[in-house]
Each structure stands twice: as C-alpha cells, then as structure tokens.
C-alpha cells in the first residue's frame, strides 16, 4: 500500500467525469429498505459494463460500498484489455477490509481517498495493486471528499476519464461543483415512490435558473429500459 497526499487548491485542468445513473422512472436507485437489486434488465446492465470499459476509473462513495458490497470490475465479453481504476471516496475510511473490493486485488487495482491519513491506517497492512489517496483541499467546505481535490489526484495518476456509479451525495457534490461532462442515464419503467433512495443527492437550490442544465444527446432502448445521454450546457 502506498499513500499519496493532494495538497491546497487542485489544478484547473482535469480529467472528464461521467455520471452514470441506473434508477427507476422517478429518479429512484433503491427501495427505502435498500433493495437496488435489480432496478435495470440484464441488457442494460451489460451496457453498464462496458461503459465501465471505456473509462479510466470509476468511483463510488463508501455508502455504495457498505450497501451493495460492489465489485466494481467491468465483466464484459470479451473482457476489457485493462480493468478501470476502482476508486472509493471514504473520507472516514469506512471500507471494511473485507469487502469484494479488497478480495479482488487481483482483478483490477483500487484506491481509497481518505480525507486525512488517519483514515488510512486501518489499511496499513495491504499488500497487492492498492493506493490510498489522502485528498486534502483546504477550501472544501462540504460533506465527504472535494470533487475537484478528488480529480486532480486521479490526474495526477495519469487518469483521462471517470465514471461515478453511485451513490447520490457523492452525484450531487460532483454537479453542484460543476464537474459532470456526460450523464449516462438508464430507466426503468418501474415506480419506486418517494420512499425510494434518490440517485441525485440535493443540490441546494433556490431558482430552477440555477439548476445545472444539460444537453440530450441520443435515447436508445436497451430492453425494457431506457438509455439516455447527455452533456454538460456550456
């Protein structure tokens, strides 16, 4: 395990974010139990996956990890020429040492952005294909890691591309900071209530002209779900 430490204010240049999204018709990504399996078809999810393929890295929040216990590695067909960087933002190091995550090292590396490096001492004695990111922005002022912090680390590791999957806070503090190029949107034609556990975390709101605009693309039908695209409004 190594630990590397992103200081101050992040660069201006970053890599291109992806929001991927897997929910119901309104917006819903789990039932308020938790139960998220499966919201999408089996063609869906098969997309999913190779959008997992085409990018660099992909991240969750450690709320995805401690729900769903993901793996998080693209399972295609033929499978990818490299595995996409798995990336957790766990400010608090929440991950459990157990989870799939940490069994399949062998499978595709992984890195835990901390946001102090006493979060990362549980992960001391990690051996294989692991990183933990100490992402340290003095400015952010918000809840978990900063965005911006956050990707100009994974720039500096080389990274061109990533996709978020999940969960919603982590979403929210991605578009509230301006940072999603691209959604990737897959509905399925199920209600889940507002009960449900939103995909998109609040962005705090006051005028619809502030709300964070963004371009449809293509819609495509991928078995009994929906697949939306689109960009950011510039």
């Given at each position: 395990m190594s630990i590397s430490?992103?200081?101050?204010?992040p660069s201006v240049s970053r890599i291109q974010v992806t929001l991927k999204l897997a929910t119901s018709l309104d917006g819903r990504i789990a039932t308020?139990?938790?139960?998220?399996?499966?919201?999408?078809?089996?063609?869906?999810?098969?997309?999913?996956?190779?959008?997992?393929?085409?990018?660099?890295?992909?991240l969750v929040g450690s709320g995805t990890v401690l729900a769903d216990d993901p793996e998080l590695t693209a399972r295609t067909n033929p499978p990818p020429a490299q595995q996409p960087l798995?990336?957790?933002?766990?400010?608090?190091?929440?991950?459990?040492?157990?989870?799939?995550?940490f069994q399949t090292l062998d499978k595709?590396?992984?890195?835990?952005?901390?946001g102090n490096i006493a979060a990362g001492q549980k992960y001391t004695g990690v051996r294989g294909n692991f990183e933990v990111w100490g992402v340290i922005d003095g400015t952010w002022k918000g809840p978990g890691i900063s965005p911006a912090a956050l990707l100009d680390t994974a720039r500096q590791r080389g990274l061109a591309t990533l996709m978020i999957e999940g969960g919603g806070q982590l979403a929210a503090s991605f578009v509230k900071a301006g940072l999603v190029?691209?959604?990737?949107?897959?509905?399925?034609?199920?209600?889940?209530?507002?009960?449900?556990?939103?995909?998109?975390?609040?962005?705090?709101?006051?005028?619809?002209?502030?709300?964070?605009?963004?371009?449809?693309?293509?819609?495509?039908?991928?078995g009994v779900d929906l697949w939306e695209s689109y960009v950011r409004k510039t």
């Open positions: 430490v992103s200081l101050d204010r308020a139990s938790g139960d998220s399996k499966w919201i999408t078809g089996e063609e869906a999810r098969a997309e999913a996956h190779r959008l997992r393929a085409a990018h660099d890295a992909v798995r990336i957790v933002a766990d400010a608090r190091g929440r991950t459990p040492l157990d989870a799939k995550l595709a590396p992984l890195a835990i952005a901390i190029d691209r959604i990737e949107w897959f509905r399925a034609p199920i209600l889940l209530g507002n009960e449900g556990l939103p995909g998109l975390g609040g962005l705090g709101l006051e005028k619809v002209v502030d709300a964070p605009t963004f371009v449809r693309t293509r819609v495509k039908e991928v």
